[in-house]
């Protein structure tokens, strides 16, 4: 269970995998350069944001034209896809950092802004992708069933195995585990006597009457 977890529906059969986890998935994450505080004006302009292939532009105005204000004018947006933006306060100063809400490799971030008046002593560009650190990469979730490669978006799989949802938790590369997929004999002599004990529950009152 350190490596995955598996949970079974009434539709799995009975069987034996092994299992090798590779890679997990992980959510894209960049983050700006330092800024002096979150109140500092950061520029005029725009912002087109992406997260994959969908995309959502914020107008940067005197109205939210700083770090806290950038932050919350992107997580309030309505056409937002999926991206939320932070603020971290490091002893360089505060950071704008920009995290995916979903895992797997199609959902990477990436920042294009314009800064429509360069001379005014702001730099917008400071918050375009060339400009930020990546901290996490954008990851689809790879193992080998049976010495098979599966790659997915999610580290939750459950359309590999018919019947049967499996939760990848940590990579163990050249480490194979075996799954196995068992009737639970307990749980049906649980179920068959609790029709034998309703049935002769019934013919008791039955007869009763």
Do not use: C, H
């Amino acid at each position: 269970t350190e490596v995955f977890d598996a949970k079974a529906d009434e539709t799995a059969v009975p069987g034996n995998y092994d299992i090798e986890v590779v890679q997990l998935a992980e959510s894209a994450k960049s983050r700006s350069g330092n800024f002096t505080s979150e109140g500092e004006v950061v520029g005029l302009g725009s912002l087109a944001i992406s997260l994959g292939a969908d995309s959502f532009n914020v107008a940067v105005d005197s109205n939210n034209n700083t770090l806290a204000g950038l932050r919350d004018a992107i997580n309030a947006a309505s056409d937002n896809p999926g991206i939320t933006a932070s603020i971290i306060n490091v002893d360089g100063g505060p950071q704008l950092v920009f995290s995916a809400n979903e895992a797997g490799a199609a959902n990477t971030v990436t920042v294009a802004a314009v800064d429509d008046d360069a001379g005014d002593g702001f730099d917008l560009a400071r918050l375009d992708s060339a400009n930020l650190t990546v901290v996490d990469a954008a990851k689809d979730a790879s193992f080998m069933l049976d010495g098979q490669l599966v790659t997915r978006g999610s580290n939750s799989v459950s359309d590999v195995i018919t019947g049967l949802t499996l939760d990848l938790k940590k990579a163990e590369i050249g480490t194979e585990e075996t799954l196995t997929i068992s009737l639970d004999k307990a749980s049906v002599k649980s179920k068959v006597t609790g029709v034998v004990d309703a049935f002769n529950s019934l013919s008791d009152v039955m007869k009763s009457l």
